[in-house]
């Protein structure tokens, strides 16, 4: 109840106040914007993460949780769609617009030639998981 959770508990909690309740025969759906902290709030519910105050009771030990832990290669996020395919740019903006990615590409300062990677910006899991699943996608089509 009332927990605070982030991943650095010398820094401010991301998540404050946050008291929920799912009741064990029920379907709950935890939605909300890319980055808005879906991820963080279900690891830090199963233990995965410093909990800064506050307490967290399962009633259950049968949980399970599919993290969102695409890998990307050191390069671009154009490169991390492409991959080793031949670029075509109708298809690749037809792809971006289905998956939704206009925006986000939008914000990233070089569009999709930003970097990502360990060497690059930090995506959201929804974001990486949209550009490993347009990465998929084009490869099925360019093979």
């Known amino acids: ?14 998540l404050r106040g946050i008291n929920i309740r799912i009741a064990r025969t029920k379907l709950t759906m935890i939605v909300g ?4 902290g879906k991820s963080t709030l279900l690891k830090g519910m199963l233990g995965e993460l410093p909990l800064s105050e506050g307490t967290v ?20 996020i154009r490169e991390s769609i492409v991959g080793a395919s031949q670029f075509d740019e109708k298809w690749y903006k037809s792809v971006i617009r289905a998956c939704a990615l206009e925006e986000d590409l939008s ?7 930003s970097k990502i990677g360990s060497k690059g910006i930090t995506l959201s ?19």
């Open 125 to 143: 899991g929804g974001q990486s998981q949209r550009i490993v699943r347009l990465y998929h996608s084009l490869i099925k089509v360019f093979l």
């Open 33 to 36: 914007p890319v980055g808005s």
């Open 57 to 76: 009771e399962l009633s259950s030990l049968r949980v399970a949780f599919c993290d969102q832990t695409p890998w990307h290669m050191n390069g671009t």
């Open 107 to 113: 914000q990233a300062a070089n569009g999709d030639h």
């Open 1 to 14: 109840m009332d927990g605070k959770f982030g991943w650095d508990t010398e820094k401010e909690p991301l």
